[in-house]
């Protein structure tokens, strides 16, 4: 079983004059590539391999930072999604990679962005960890900052992981429950389930998220349901943006109490929507109306 992890690092540094800005960002990100893999031989270290989907990513990033400004929450973008997200929507296998991404703002050049990270410890660890061996690299020069700089790092090559992944192992086991509800007619309550991934693959939001279903038949329509459903028989989805093999995996189930007074119960079962149901632990919850 693989471990993942993501370590997020910010410099934050502003410039102390306005200098004229590149027409283009090419060279930057070709420059920021050299100064990083520069570094990375000159201390025994794996040179790291450019990578077009964590080069999306990076990309973003840095653009977003540049329009925006710093993160409220540090390295979330605007739209809300964290760095292994933007991986993952780029088509980074996160779910099988050790990842992180560091940034630095107010920079003139690659040079000294690389400076300024070498002379933060989280950003110098990130730079000296041997495992990354690709890399995105973003540039974005306009804003409040002379220049944005991103760094993606990823412990797999692209194309290498398509030749070498081993095949998705997905599976689940019943974690833990909070009480039974009880509701008046017409009331909306919540209930909560947990899930460990007791498989090899990771579940991703976005990429693989795990949902539970209605089960007991499986996908049949249930009279508890609420709006909150994502559909007749898509009872919700992982809270989390990611669980790793051995996490638990929480969902927040809300329940629509009918009208009529008595015990309802519904089965549920952990599912991919279009890869496979998971294991049947024979979960149910039993809403009682008064």
């Known amino acids: 079983m693989r471990r993942m992890t993501t370590s997020f690092a910010i410099a934050v540094f502003l410039a102390l004059f306005a200098q004229s800005m590149p027409a283009s960002a090419e060279p930057l990100h070709d420059s920021l590539l050299s100064g990083v893999n520069a570094y990375r031989a000159s201390r025994g ?7 077009p989907t964590l080069q999306a990513a990076a ?6 930072v540049a329009t925006y400004g710093p993160p409220a929450v540090p390295h979330r973008s605007t739209d809300g999604r964290t760095p292994r997200q933007r991986m993952a929507d780029a088509g980074y296998p996160v ?3 050790w990842t992180s991404e560091i940034i630095a703002w107010g ?6 962005a690389m400076n300024l990270w070498l002379n933060s410890p989280p950003h110098y660890a990130e730079l000296n960890d041997p495992r990354y061996v690709a890399a ?42 909070s009480a039974f509800p009880s509701a008046s007619p017409g009331q909306i309550v919540q209930w ?10 990771g579940w991703t939001a976005g990429a693989n998220p795990v949902r539970v279903g ?44 009918p009208a009529a007074p ?29």
């Not at 974005?140 to 797999?156: D, K, L, M, Q």
């Not at 559909?231 to 329940?255: C, E, H, K, M, Y």
Request: glycine content about 8%; hydrophobic content about 50%; charged content about 10%.
């Open 59 to 64: 990309q973003f990033m840095a653009e977003n």
């Open 95 to 97: 779910d099988q990679a």
């Open 45 to 51: 270290l794996p040179t790291v391999t450019a990578s």
């Open 107 to 112: 920079a003139l050049t690659s040079a000294s």
């Open 214 to 257: 209605t089960s007991k038949p499986l996908d049949s329509p249930s009279a508890l349901a609420s709006a909150s459903w994502l559909a007749p028989n898509r009872i919700a989805q992982q809270t989390t943006t990611f669980v790793g093999p051995g996490q638990d995996a929480w969902f927040v189930v809300s329940l629509t109490a």
């Open 136 to 177: 995105g690299m973003g540039v974005a020069c306009w804003g409040a900052y002379p220049c944005v700089w991103v760094v993606t790092f990823g412990s797999v090559v692209d194309g290498a992981f398509a030749a070498a992944a081993p095949a998705a192992s997905y599976h689940a086991a019943f974690k833990t429950e």
């Open 262 to 290: 008595g015990t309802y119960r519904l089965y549920l079962r952990p599912v991919i929507d279009g890869v496979q149901w998971l294991e049947d632990a024979g979960v149910y919850v039993d809403l009682v109306v008064r």
């Open 192 to 201: 909560v389930v947990a899930f460990t991934n007791t498989g090899a693959t």
